[in-house]
């Protein structure tokens, strides 16, 4: 059993977290970690409205009787959505953690400490880490250069983010960002982390709702398949390779602006691959994990051979390493 900061102050077994990812955190995937003693996330704004979350919040607590939590995402928007209602919802349903993201998460701290919601906040780098630290959220998720979605616009892999973090802050640390395995979990922990968070390792799942065909693609992916996509915007994005990809690099590196590629990465695009398994109707998030993904495994089998393979590197393989 590994026991850390992160799980005494988040009720969790395992120091193992399923954050949120759009069109992707929903009840099946949710419980099927929350099961295995791990922590997932729904994702709000998967749901068209407050009251479909409220439904799938529901949903989640007939498939587990253990802790779960849901992600909120507060972006930049011309039509923002109801955020206010998103919270509100996950007060009133009673969930007990929230995984937040995005834009400062302080106007939303008072309603979520009133109702005894704990907050894991998502950074990208240690002045964000330190600034969440300051409005009083109760851990952070710290996103190294290799992970998927947004890493942020100053490329430190986790090697370097992890440590740099974790030496300067007092709550709990959660590392993402290239991590698929019991190595990657002992890593962040020799590194000062207090558990992982996985996107793409739980993308490539028996209980993820994406198609097969891109659960296969993942596991036929190296390291080397990804794209960094909105790089001349300053709003970097590691996306899959593949032709719309491509596409949209191609049309930066040409001086385009967001305008000319505005429909390419539409996230109803984006949402049909991972409902359709066409893998170049859109762009699609994956990290550098993908290239230590060889199966498509249970959550259960999954989080059960980290945690074992995990133990068994501490207990074992370093420790022998040690001269007496």
């Known amino acids: 059993m590994l026991r850390t900061r992160f799980t005494e102050t988040f009720g969790v077994e395992h120091p193992i977290v399923q954050g949120g990812m759009m069109w992707v955190g929903r009840a099946e995937l949710v419980a099927a970690v929350a099961n295995a003693g791990g922590l997932g996330f729904i994702t709000a704004l998967t749901q068209p409205t407050p009251d479909d979350l409220r439904t799938e919040i529901e949903r989640t607590r007939e498939l587990t009787d253990k802790p779960f939590g849901v992600n909120l995402t507060i972006l930049p928007s011309i039509n923002p959505p109801p955020y206010a209602e998103y919270a509100r919802a996950i007060i009133e349903s009673g969930v007990k953690i929230v995984e937040t993201a995005g834009s ?26 330190l600034k969440a630290q300051k409005i009083g959220v109760d851990g952070v998720s710290i996103d190294g250069f290799e992970c998927a979605g947004h890493p942020g616009e100053d490329d430190v892999p986790g090697l370097i983010l992890i440590p740099a973090a974790t030496r300067v802050l007092d709550i709990p640390v959660i590392a993402s960002g290239g991590i698929a395995d019991a190595r990657g979990l002992v890593a962040a922990l020799a590194l000062g982390a207090d558990g992982v968070n996985m996107g793409t390792r739980f993308l490539c799942t028996a209980e993820s709702s994406i198609a097969q065909q891109v659960k296969e693609q993942i596991v036929a992916n190296s390291e080397l398949d990804t794209q960094l996509i909105f790089r001349t915007l300053r709003n970097t994005a590691r996306v899959a390779d593949n032709a719309i990809s491509r596409k949209v690099v191609e049309i930066e590196k040409a001086g385009g602006t967001f305008e000319d590629v505005r429909e390419l990465v539409s996230g109803a695009r984006g949402r049909k691959v991972f409902e359709e398994g066409d893998l170049d109707a859109g762009i699609w998030s994956t990290g550098l994990a993908q290239g230590l993904i060889e199966d498509i495994p249970t959550c259960a089998v999954l989080i059960e051979r980290m945690v074992r393979e995990a133990e068994g590197l501490i207990t074992g393989q370093l420790a022998g390493l040690v001269a007496r």
């Open 104 to 129: 400062n998460p302080e106007p939303f701290l008072p309603a979520y400490r009133e109702a005894g919601v704990k907050v894991l906040h998502k950074c990208t780098s240690v002045r964000h880490a």
